[in-house]
């Protein structure tokens, strides 16, 4: 029986690393699949608190999966860590308080594993902002003897659930032939024409979706010269939704959005998928409320909002569909007006909010690892739910 005051006690005991391994994160921004600095910082707290560590894992160089407890554990939970930052912004989703929890609370169930017969693992995901590193872990299989997945995400609002949008990514290029736009346009096929073409075909695409669909995009080359007729021309598109057999049926409208622009103007069409199919959240209730009652425990307060609106897509989604995961809010602030991605957020999460989130999320992580290892109906429940979901 492990008793959440000791584990408490065990993650204050370790707040000078926590707050120190956070802020230099905050100091030393990656973008994804660059997290160089920050894997090794991880990776190197880990090995001295006497975790096994072995990277570059699912093909990905900053990626890691640090294992601790016994061998052929009766019960192993994966606290999941999230390092990447955002162009120019720095860590304005707060990725470094993600990274800095996930570890105190494997840090702190340590002394324990051996008693409980149980092993914590601390996932190092990489690119989450952009590629979807998560997805590559899945197919590599590394969530295969896993019991549940857990991470906190600052947010300006502190809530259990949310949903996630399934999404692909696509870029989208058209090839025409260049000629003289003023003296001889007729000799020319205009590539810029499909893609505004393109885009006219979607936003009359959008009035007969449903309201949970988002298709959105920017042109990343139109043309050379006002003079020139634009012999190619290229955009990138996020396509989203709720489940995905919409996701898939949007996608193929999509194509014929694009397909349709081509055949009006002469222009040929290519089309890519990029990166990884992202999918929805599968979010586990029975998980959810142990973590609740363990944030409660703390102090803090939970908010229930509606769970379907306001969402982004996040490859946490591809993860809870192959084991039972939560993917809670802390509010770094009072401030609701102080939202993710914005130069504001990315100060809090450097500084003393940052710091006590760290703290309270780590706690309620080890607390509600510890409710799965102390009580093997509370994981039959869990794993009920996801079986039959
Ligand atoms: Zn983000
Ligand atoms: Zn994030």
Redesign the pocket.
């Known amino acids: 029986m492990l008793f959440k005051d000791e584990v408490v006690t065990s993650v204050d005991r370790l707040s000078s690393t926590l707050f120190a391994t956070s802020r230099f994160l905050h100091l030393h921004p990656e973008l994804a699949y660059e997290e160089w600095e920050s894997a090794r910082y991880l990776t190197s707290v880990l090995k001295a608190h006497g975790f096994e560590v072995i990277e570059r894992v699912g093909g990905l160089p900053t990626a890691f999966v640090a294992k601790a407890g016994v061998d052929h554990p009766s019960v192993t939970i994966a606290f999941l860590a999230?390092y990447d930052a955002l162009p120019s912004l720095g860590h304005a989703?707060?990725?470094n308080l993600?990274a800095s929890s996930s570890i105190g609370a494997a840090m702190a169930l340590l002394p324990f594993l051996a008693a409980l017969r149980g092993q914590v693992q601390v996932i190092g995901c990489p690119a989450?902002?952009k590629g979807g590193g998560k997805i590559a872990l899945v197919k590599a299989g590394l969530f295969a003897n896993v019991d549940a997945a857990l991470l906190v995400?600052p947010s300006n609002r502190t809530e259990l659930f949310k949903g996630a949008l399934a999404m692909r990514a696509l870029q989208v290029e058209f090839f025409g032939k260049a000629s003289h736009a003023a003296a001889a346009p007729h000799l020319g096929i205009n590539a810029l024409d499909a893609m505004i073409l393109t885009f006219t075909n979607l936003n009359a695409l959008r009035q007969q979706l449903r309201q949970d669909a988002r298709i959105h995009g920017i042109i990343t080359d139109g043309g050379r010269a006002p003079n020139i007729i634009p012999d190619y021309a290229a955009a990138r598109f996020c396509i989203r939704a709720l489940d995905l057999e919409y996701l898939h049926a949007l996608h193929r409208r999509v194509l014929a959005c694009f397909e349709a622009a081509a055949h009006a103007t002469g222009a040929t069409v290519a089309i890519h998928q990029e990166g990884e199919e992202y999918h929805p959240m599968k979010c586990n209730r029975a998980l959810g409320a142990l973590f609740q009652a363990n944030l409660e425990a703390l102090g803090e307060r939970v908010e229930h909002t509606p769970e379907d609106q306001e969402l982004g897509s996040?490859d946490v989604g591809n993860v809870s569909q192959v084991v039972p995961t939560i993917h809670p809010t802390i509010a770094l602030t009072d401030r609701s007006e102080v939202v993710?991605h914005s130069a504001a957020f990315a100060e809090v999460a450097g500084g003393a909010a940052g710091d006590r989130a760290v703290l309270t999320a780590a706690k309620a992580l080890a607390m509600t690892a510890a409710d799965l290892f102390n009580c093997p109906e509370a994981l039959q429940t869990v794993q009920q739910e996801f079986d039959q979901v």
């Open positions: 999230e989703c707060g990725h993600i989450e902002e995400h996040t993710c």
